[in-house]
């Protein structure tokens, strides 16, 4: 599986952006799909994952972070709105197995959002 993320930039605090990954090679119908986050120095994190059984949130997004995805365009969103500073990071896009295996997974290259206060 191929995949390209898309859709990060620069937003001030309070706005919104919506993040893409778009998947090749295999349907992600199959697949477990999910972003992580990642700064400089610090270990990448996890934000948020889809499966077809539940949708699952890091506390630091809930209410503001929905996970969705288009199986017939073969991709994956990220909407995050009520951006923060702190949520400055490059965002991953990864598919796995399952929710528990995304560490053996496919992953992105990534795309930088940058919050502004």
């Known amino acids: 599986v191929q995949l390209v993320e898309s859709g990060g930039g620069l937003v001030q605090a309070g706005g919104s952006l919506r993040l893409s990954c778009a998947a090749s090679?295999?349907?992600?119908?199959?697949?477990?799909m999910g972003w992580f986050r990642q700064v400089p120095g610090k270990e990448r994190e996890f934000v948020a994952a889809?499966?077809?059984?539940?949708?699952n949130y890091a506390d630091f997004v809930k209410g503001r972070f929905t996970i969705s995805r288009d199986n017939a365009l073969n991709t994956v969103y990220l909407q995050m709105n009520n951006l923060k500073p702190e949520d400055t990071a490059v965002y991953y896009c990864?598919?796995?197995?399952?929710?528990?295996?995304?560490?053996?997974?496919?992953w992105g290259q990534g795309t930088q959002v940058t919050v502004s206060s």
């Open positions: 990864a598919a796995a197995a399952s929710m528990l295996s995304f560490s053996s997974g496919y």
């Open positions: 090679g295999r349907t992600i119908s199959s697949y477990a």
């Open positions: 889809s499966s077809w059984r539940a949708s």
